[in-house]
């Protein structure tokens, strides 16, 4: 580990149980675009444990050094170079049969996840497949203490930030053609969602 690149235990320990859920429901896929790479680990890893798929990452510019760092040392033909992307701002002309986050949703403000969806409805291809994963809440209650006590601390570290409730983010989906076809329980009491788009091919 160089001190160029960046480290997330978290992305470490998460990476084997979405890589598992992305097996199943990504088996058909061949372009992904990431929202939030992040360090760049889970790029790395989900692209050279399906080759099949052309892995695209994304994230704010400041992040992108990260990212590039990881790219580079793994050399995977498949995983490419981050664009710049601020779900607020403007998006690739570009377009992805499958789109994939991970902890994000409770750090962007509520506005910032509405542009997100917003925005993939704008470069979802019409039987796209999304993945997100990440803690929710169900029915405005926390689905534990702990992720109660998270939440809590989301809020007083920045009042945009919080953990979404499912409900919410599901009508959202719906806005842009996904529909949910899957919720699977994670480690530490994380979910792992999965909507798939069944839109008419004129409309896209």
């Known amino acids: 580990m160089t001190d160029a690149k960046p480290y997330a ?19 058909d896929r061949s372009r992904v675009l990431e929202i939030g790479s992040g360090t760049g680990q889970h790029a790395v890893h989900f692209g050279a444990h399906l080759p099949h798929l052309t892995w695209r990452t994304s994230d704010r510019r400041a992040n992108h050094p990260g990212i590039r760092a990881w790219l580079t040392e ?12 601020d779900v607020t701002g403007e998006w690739p002309d570009e377009r992805y049969d499958a789109a994939f986050s991970a902890n994000t949703l409770h ?11 917003a925005g993939l409805d704008r470069v979802l291809a019409a039987d796209a497949t999304l993945a997100i994963y990440g803690p929710f809440h169900y029915g405005g209650r926390a689905t534990s203490d702990s992720n109660a006590r998270f939440d809590a601390s989301l809020r ?14 599901d009508r ?7 529909a949910l076809v ?3 329980a994670m480690p530490a009491n994380n979910r792992c969602r999965v909507w798939r788009r069944t839109l008419p091919d004129a409309s896209r």
């Not at 793994?74 to 992307?85: E, H, K, M, R």
């Not at 570290?157 to 409900?167: E, L």
């Not at 959202?172 to 996904?178: K, P, V």
């Open 74 to 85: 793994a050399a995977l033909p498949n995983v490419l170079p981050p664009l710049d992307l």
């Open 156 to 169: 007083k570290r920045a009042p945009h930030m919080g953990i979404r409730d499912a409900g919410d983010v």
């Open 172 to 178: 959202l989906a719906a806005e842009a053609g996904l």
């Open 107 to 117: 750090i962007m403000a509520w506005a910032e996840v509405t542009a997100m969806f």
């Open 9 to 27: 235990a978290a992305s470490e320990r998460n990476r084997e149980p979405i890589l598992a859920v992305l097996r199943e429901h990504f088996a």
């Open 182 to 184: 899957a919720d699977v």
